[in-house]
């Protein structure tokens, strides 16, 4: 493409989502959704059973990332659940599931499609949760 070429296209965005736009040196042009950035964070603590992520929580909602904090090098397994539906295992824990007590972390960038994200803990593990909530 020559300096005097340009691609077109067409950006759409919620309207509750604003939208940034950034340039490099040579002009080229992005476009980042800022709720596709976590803004927002909840702490479970551990044996929690489908804690609510945000006040009520909505469809749409993101689930960015969540980290895991074991408290043993057998802790109990995280999951996850997308509204009223079937709990996903994240993590399964177990005997002797970590090597060490050093947190990691699960990127998921999952939007809502059902209702409310809510995450549910075993003994020993707990998370720290970022997206953005309801």
Known sequence: MSDMEY???????????????QSDLRGNLKVVVAADIAAEYETVAASQTDQVMGATGA???LL????VVPATTS???????????????????????VASLVPFSIPLNLYSLAGAWSITTGTSVS????????
């Open 7 to 21: 691609n077109t296209g067409t950006v759409t965005a919620r309207a509750s989502q604003p939208v940034r736009f």
């Open 64 to 67: 960015a990332r969540v980290l």
């Open 127 to 134: 998370c720290l949760v970022s997206g953005n909530f309801t």
């Open 75 to 97: 802790p109990g397994a995280v999951s996850i659940k997308d509204g009223a539906g079937s709990a996903i295992t994240i993590f399964t824990g177990g005997a002797s599931s």
């Open 59 to 61: 469809t749409g909602d």
